[in-house]
C-alpha cells in the first residue's frame, strides 16, 4: 500500500507529476543487442501508416527504452501483437486482467479485497489496479527486467493520468481494424467448451473500395476434436459488440488524445491477419532488421 498512497498524494499533487515519473522508474533496453542499440522509430518508417508516429530519442545510455502501451478496442488483437512484440524485445508482456487473476489466485495482500469486487459484479477501481500495475513494475524492476508492453491499460484518460505519475510510457500503439472486419472477427469467436481452446469461423473477405485495399483474414479453425464441442460467448452477439465497440470509442478517444498531444502515439491500421499485419508493424516500429537478426541466430 506504500506505492499506492505515495503515488495517490502525488498524483494530487499534480504539478509533481512530471518529476516523480522522471525519478521513479527508468527502464532502457540495452541488452537487446551486442552493441546495445535498436534502432530509431523514424518518420519514414512510419510512413506506412496513415498519421506519422512519433519519433522515439535514445535515453541517456544510447539504448531505446521499451515502455509501451498497446490500445486498441476488443477483438482487435492487441494482446496477440504485444505478446509477439514482448517475445521478440524480451520485456514482459502485462496485461490488468492477468495482474487481478494473479493477485486472486495467489492469495497476495489485495486478493480479499478483489474477491469481494469481482463477486458483487462491481468495477475495480483506478487505485487498485494502478497499485497492482506499480507493485508489478517493482518486482519486474528487482528482477533486472528492461521495460514492459501494458495491453489494455490505460482505457481511460484518468488511468492514463495516474499512470504518468508512476512511469513514463515511451511509446503507444494504437491497433486499428476497419469496423465491419472487427465485427465479423467478434462475432466469428468460438471457444471450445472441453480444453478452452479459442478459434475463430469468421472467413473476412472485405473488397477493397475508395483507396482501401482489399482484406482478407482466414478463419482460425479448431482441430477435428474440438469441432462438435464449440461453443459461442453469450455476449458475442452483434448487438452486445457494437455497443462494446461504441463505449470503448467514447472512453478510448481521450486516451489516444492525451498521448497524440504528447507526441506518443503511433497509429497502426492492421492491413488483415497476422501474417500480413506483423511485418508490417515491425517496419513501421523500425524493428524489422532485429527479427531478421533473430531468426538468422536461431
Ligand atoms: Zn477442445
Redesign the pocket.
Known amino acids: 500500500m506504500a506505492v499506492l498512497n505515495r503515488l495517490m498524494s502525488r498524483c494530487r499533487a499534480s504539478s509533481l507529476i512530471g518529476s516523480y515519473s522522471n525519478s521513479v522508474r527508468r527502464y532502457c533496453l540495452n541488452t537487446i543487442e551486442g552493441d546495445g542499440k535498436l534502432p530509431l522509430v523514424s518518420p519514414s518508417a512510419a510512413s506506412s501508416v496513415p498519421h506519422p508516429g512519433p519519433i522515439v530519442k535514445p535515453n541517456s545510455t544510447g539504448g531505446r527504452s521499451v515502455q509501451w502501451v498497446f490500445l486498441g478496442c476488443p477483438g482487435v488483437g492487441k494482446g496477440t501483437y504485444a505478446a509477439r512484440l514482448s517475445s521478440l524485445l524480451g520485456v514482459p508482456h502485462i496485461s490488468t486482467g492477468d495482474l487481478v487473476r494473479h493477485e486472486l489466485s495467489s492469495h497476495g495482500p489485495l486478493s480479499s479485497k478483489l474477491g469481494e469486487i469481482v463477486n458483487q459484479g462491481k468495477l475495480i477501481s483506478d487505485e487498485t489496479i494502478i497499485d497492482l500495475l506499480s507493485k508489478r513494475l517493482e518486482a519486474g524492476e528487482a528482477k533486472g527486467e528492461s521495460g514492459f508492453i501494458l495491453d489494455g491499460f490505460p482505457r481511460t484518460i484518468r488511468q492514463a493520468e495516474i499512470l504518468e505519475g508512476v512511469t513514463n510510457i515511451d511509446l503507444v500503439i494504437n491497433l486499428k481494424l476497419r469496423e465491419e472486419a472487427l465485427l465479423a472477427k467478434c462475432l466469428g469467436r468460438r471457444i471450445?467448451?472441453?480444453?478452452?481452446?479459442n478459434y475463430n469461423v469468421a472467413c473476412i473477405d472485405i473488397e477493397g473500395e475508395n483507396g482501401s485495399p482489399r482484406m482478407y483474414m482466414p478463419p482460425l479453425l479448431?482441430?477435428p476434436?474440438?469441432e462438435s464441442?464449440?461453443i459461442t460467448r453469450s455476449d458475442d452477439t452483434e448487438e452486445v459488440v457494437k455497443e462494446r465497440l461504441r463505449i470503448y470509442n467514447e472512453m478510448s478517444r481521450p486516451v489516444e488524445e492525451f498521448y497524440r498531444s504528447r507526441g506518443k502515439l503511433l497509429e497502426f491500421d492492421l492491413p488483415g491477419g497476422i501474417p500480413e499485419s506483423w511485418p508490417k508493424l515491425l517496419r513501421a516500429l523500425n524493428l524489422d532488421d532485429l527479427e531478421d537478426k533473430k531468426s538468422l541466430a536461431a
Open positions: 471450445c467448451s472441453e480444453c478452452g481452446g479448431p482441430p476434436n474440438c464441442k464449440l
